[in-house]
Nanobody, 113 residues
Framework: QVQLVESGGGLVQPGGSLRLSCAATRSIFSIDTMGWYRQAPGEQREFVAAITNGGDTVYAHSVKGRFTISRDDAKNTVDLQMNKLKPEDTAVYYC???????WGQGTQVTVSS
């Protein structure tokens, strides 16, 4: 029903910032919850952040206070602003929708000095 495409990943130094964007091929107005997950090499995919249609947000403890998730239903996008990045944040970041029914292909984030 929907395809998701992530962008904005790259290489950044510790303490730096990146903004990831997820573009949906269909309207996300009717989608209750959109979210971001990440997966580091050799690790399981883990929850990062989610946002509801009403604007409520929830974050993993490891990113709380550093990351901010937002959505623009008019533009069919979901963003993840990442600040104060740490090497532990290095992973492929995935956008998800419809209770994890749909996933993007991911965008690589590497935090290294």
């Amino acid at each position: 029903q929907v395809q998701l495409v992530e962008s904005g990943g790259g290489l950044v130094q510790p303490g730096g910032s990146l903004r990831l964007s997820c573009a949906a091929t269909r309207s996300i107005f009717s989608i209750d919850t959109m979210g971001w997950y990440r997966q580091a090499p050799g690790e399981q995919r883990e929850f990062v952040a989610a946002i509801t249609n009403g604007g409520d947000t929830v974050y993993a403890h490891s990113v709380k206070g550093r990351f901010t998730i937002s959505r623009d239903d008019a533009k069919n996008t979901v963003d993840l602003q990442m600040n104060k990045l740490k090497p532990e944040d290095t992973a492929v970041y995935y956008c998800t929708s419809d209770n994890n029914k749909y996933w993007g292909q991911g965008t690589q984030v590497t935090v290294s000095s």
